[in-house]
C-alpha cells in the first residue's frame, strides 16, 4: 500500500495563503488522490479529490473556490492550494489514496483507504 506523509500545515491568519504537500512511496497508476480533513469534535470531511490525469476534480461546496487540488505524478507528491483560509478552516488535513476503480469521481476522499498521518492547520481571526 502507497505511504503517504503530508507537510505545510502551520498557523495562517484568516484571509491567509498556505500550501500543504504530501509526498507519496509512490504514485499509484489509475488513482483517485484527495485531502479530508477534521476537526475537533467534529467528523471527517472530504474536500478534495484528484484522479491520475488530473482532468477531473472534486471540491467540496465549502471549500469551493478557495482551495485548489493538484498533482505531480512525476514527483508523487499531491497539493493542497489554500487561499482566503477561513477560522472554520482550522483542523487536521489528511491526504488519502485510493483506487479509480472504486472511486471514479474521486469524490469521497474521507473514504479512501490509504491515508497519511495528517498535518494540522490553525486559522486566527
Known amino acids: 500500500q502507497v505511504q503517504l506523509v503530508e507537510s505545510g500545515g502551520g498557523s495562517v491568519q484568516a484571509g491567509g495563503s498556505l500550501r500543504l504537500s504530501c509526498a507519496a512511496s509512490?504514485?499509484?497508476?489509475?488513482?483517485?488522490m484527495g485531502w479530508f480533513r477534521q476537526a475537533p469534535g467534529k467528523g471527517r470531511e472530504g474536500i478534495a479529490g484528484?484522479?491520475?490525469?488530473?482532468?477531473?476534480?472534486y471540491y467540496a461546496d465549502s471549500v469551493k473556490g478557495r482551495f485548489t487540488i493538484s498533482r505531480d505524478n512525476a514527483k508523487s507528491t499531491l497539493y493542497l492550494q489554500m487561499n482566503n483560509v477561513k477560522p472554520e478552516d482550522g483542523a487536521m488535513y489528511y491526504c488519502?489514496?485510493?483506487?479509480?476503480?472504486?472511486?471514479?469521481?474521486?469524490?469521497?476522499?474521507?473514504?479512501?483507504?490509504?491515508r497519511g498521518q495528517g498535518t494540522q492547520v490553525t486559522v486566527s481571526s
Open positions: 488519502a489514496a485510493d483506487n479509480l476503480s472504486r472511486f471514479s469521481t474521486c469524490s469521497r476522499p474521507g473514504d479512501f483507504r490509504a
Open positions: 509512490y504514485m499509484p497508476t489509475r488513482s483517485c
Open positions: 484528484i484522479n491520475t490525469d488530473s482532468d477531473r476534480t
